[in-house]
């Protein structure tokens, strides 16, 4: 070994200089602060045993597919019933928060194989999870965007701060031991509930909700991995990174928040500048009708081309051009094309307009839960019949709901009354109908020229399908048989166009379905 560069007072041995002009005390400064983080600070941490716990917990194994599948269950489920509880509790089953710690650990340290592990992990994860939550929104007959939803399909700034104060907060917690902060961690990122919607908007064929969604779980992703990543460096875990691998990486980071904050900039502008047109058109209404007067019911739709802007008021007195006037003020104010539609109400002051809105809040709410009513109604019946909700048909006026059913494997006339009753008992106010397919009619058989139970059962199941069908019936069988036959269906006024007296069997009564061709030249 080299003398000179083993002895520190060897001449031979450059010496650091001394600081000095005027950015001395900043220097020293940053040099006590240094050598008091790595003496009193990273001295302690064991990096061996926050390695094997990270990479113990960041790998695809048979025990993470089944709690994504679950966790991813439990979440959409929690959606669709716009529950916060249920949607918390799959958050905290949710196991991809191991795997993305690990990716960032790997990240620092410039471990590929365990990068690659981890980055498998969160792959299959996430198809897992869209998948199954997919598969659960395809079976379901909810399948509306509830406010849990919608909540998750815009993300903004807000959310990367939240997520890279909540991956300070967790990698601070792995690398010091204190396991139990992940539990508000993983609340805080919400993983899970962005992946279940993901999965929402890919079974309904929602691109917008897919979309925003999607974005939002890749933001939480790539922050919590990058600022774990930074944290491991930050505590000084040991790397196999060049310093010019490490400068790229880093790099990489900058780039990659910078890249995610501008978008979720604009969107977060976008919601302010919504907020602010809001409050606005309710300020500038309320104003313009005076302090007796009361806005209820303000709704604006940013979609629409021009912003439509909707409200109700109560006021003593009806102001004629209040549209107009209220549409040209925002329009200038904001510089866009603003619609203002205004629906006015003449009430007293006092507890007359009071009880005036009361009341028009209680009729939105009942047209509300109606409407609530008939979507649920609609797709309920277009799950059982195996067709597209826009196949039901609705009327509303007489309460009548009706659908033709599709052909399921196995499914006989009792089936689908079977259905119809069942959907009836949900719907006790309507009228539902639903008309089977074409297809095979029972056989009635006679014993000793009379119908047992079983026969009258499959002769009011053959009654009961042709009231729901266009077409008619022929009936064959011997002339005895179906004078027998023909008795019962004429006491439910019922009668059929063609009769035969071709008895394919002794004491049986076969039924058909009539083509229209055969309809048009067929005498009673």
């Known amino acids: 070994m080299n003398n000179a560069q083993a002895d520190p007072a060897s001449p031979e041995q450059p010496k650091p200089k001394p600081a000095s002009g005027a950015f001395a005390p900043v220097t020293g400064s940053i040099r006590l602060f240094r050598r008091w983080w790595r003496v009193a600070v990273r001295a302690d941490v064991d990096q061996q045993a926050v390695i094997a716990k990270v990479r113990e917990d960041s790998g695809f194994t048979p025990h993470f597919a089944f709690m994504t599948c679950m966790s991813a269950g439990i979440a959409i489920l929690g959606l669709l019933l716009s529950s916060p509880a249920v949607v918390i509790g799959a958050m905290l089953l949710s196991p991809l928060m191991g795997p993305i710690m690990g990716a960032g650990f790997a990240l620092a340290i410039g471990d590929s194989v365990w990068l690659r592990e981890s980055t498998k992990a969160i792959l299959y994860g996430t198809i897992i999870s869209v998948l199954f939550a997919g598969l659960v929104v395809t079976l379901s007959p909810l399948q509306t965007v509830t406010a849990e939803i919608a909540a998750r399909t815009r993300p903004n700034l807000f959310d990367l701060a939240i997520a890279l104060f909540s991956a300070l907060a967790g990698a601070y917690a792995m690398i010091r031991g204190r396991m139990g902060t992940i539990v508000g961690v993983a609340i805080a990122t919400a993983l899970m509930p962005p992946l279940a919607v993901v999965g929402f908007g890919l079974a309904t064929f929602n691109w917008s909700v897919f979309g925003g969604s999607l974005l939002l779980f890749f933001t939480n992703l790539m922050t919590i991995a990058l600022t774990a990543s930074a944290m491991a460096r930050l505590y000084g875990f040991r790397s196999y990174l060049s310093e010019r691998q490490s ?274 030249t067929s005498v009673p």
């Open 247 to 520: 400068q790229i990486q880093i790099g990489f980071m900058v780039v990659m928040f910078v890249g995610l904050a501008i978008p979720l900039g604009y969107s977060l502008q976008q919601i302010a500048w919504e907020a602010n047109v809001s409050r606005s058109a309710n300020g500038y209404i309320k104003d313009q009708f005076g302090n007796k007067a009361r806005v209820a019911q303000l709704a604006i739709d940013f979609r629409s081309d021009p912003i439509l802007v909707t409200a109700s008021v109560f006021t003593p007195k009806i102001l004629l051009g209040a549209d107009v006037q209220s549409s040209n003020v925002l329009s200038r104010t904001f510089d866009r094309p603003i619609t203002v539609k205004i629906e006015q109400y003449r009430v007293e002051t006092g507890a007359d307009a009071a009880n005036a809105e009361l009341a028009a809040s209680q009729a939105q709410a009942q047209q509300q839960a109606a409407e609530i009513q008939i979507s649920r109604l609609r797709e309920n019946l277009a799950l059982i019949a195996g067709v597209s909700p826009d196949d039901v048909v609705i009327d509303t006026a007489k309460r009548r709901a009706m659908v033709t059913a599709k052909p399921l494997p196995g499914a006989s006339l009792d089936t689908y009354h079977a259905l119809e009753r069942r959907i009836s008992a949900l719907a006790s106010q309507w009228t539902v109908q639903v008309a089977p397919p074409i297809m095979a009619l029972p056989d009635i058989r006679l014993t000793q020229g009379a119908l047992d139970a079983q026969a009258l059962h499959q002769l009011d199941l053959i009654i009961w399908a042709s009231q729901r069908s266009p077409l008619s019936l022929a009936m064959n069988g011997s002339d005895a048989d179906r004078l027998v036959v023909a008795k019962l269906l004429a006491a439910k006024n019922m009668t059929v166009i063609r009769k035969t007296d071709i008895a394919e069997s002794p004491d049986t009564v076969r039924f058909r379905w009539l083509s229209p061709q055969e309809m048009a």
